[in-house]
Nanobody
Framework: VQLQASGGGLVQTGTSTNLSCAAT????????MGWFCQRPGKEREFVAA????????FYSEPVKGRFTISRDNTRFTVHLQMNNLQPEDTARYYC????????????????WGQGTLVTVSS
């Protein structure tokens, strides 16, 4: 499976944006899907993840209550709705696929998209 993320860009503090991740090559429903972010000079960090059936979701503390992850297995897509964006949310966001059973550890995700940059201006 190949992943293509889109939807990043320059946004203002307090506004919203939606990231999309489109998969090609294989059904998404065999994977746990996650979003991670990376800031310059920093390690990649967990943001959100969703179970194969879309029922269970997991979030990092900084985004809990502001971001929502969702998936549409019929359209092979995963979304990250980002609300009330803050300057500290500025990062490159990556979607990733995990054929294992954990959600938050980036090392367990084998397939990664190329990332999309979100810049939040203050």
């Amino acid at each position: 499976v190949q992943l293509q993320a889109s939807g990043g860009g320059l946004v203002q503090t307090g506004t919203s944006t939606n990231l999309s991740c489109a998969a090609t090559g294989r059904n998404l429903n065999t994977y746990i899907m996650g979003w991670f972010c990376q800031r310059p000079g920093k390690e990649r960090e967990f943001v959100a993840a969703i179970s194969r059936d879309g029922i269970h979701t997991f979030y990092s503390e900084p985004v809990k209550g502001r971001f929502t992850i969702s998936r549409d297995n019929t359209r092979f897509t995963v979304h990250l709705q980002m609300n009330n964006l803050q300057p500290e949310d500025t990062a490159r966001y990556y979607c990733a696929a995990n054929d294992g059973y954990t959600y938050t550890n980036s090392r367990h995700y084998r397939i990664w998209g190329q990332g999309t940059l979100v810049t939040v201006s203050s």
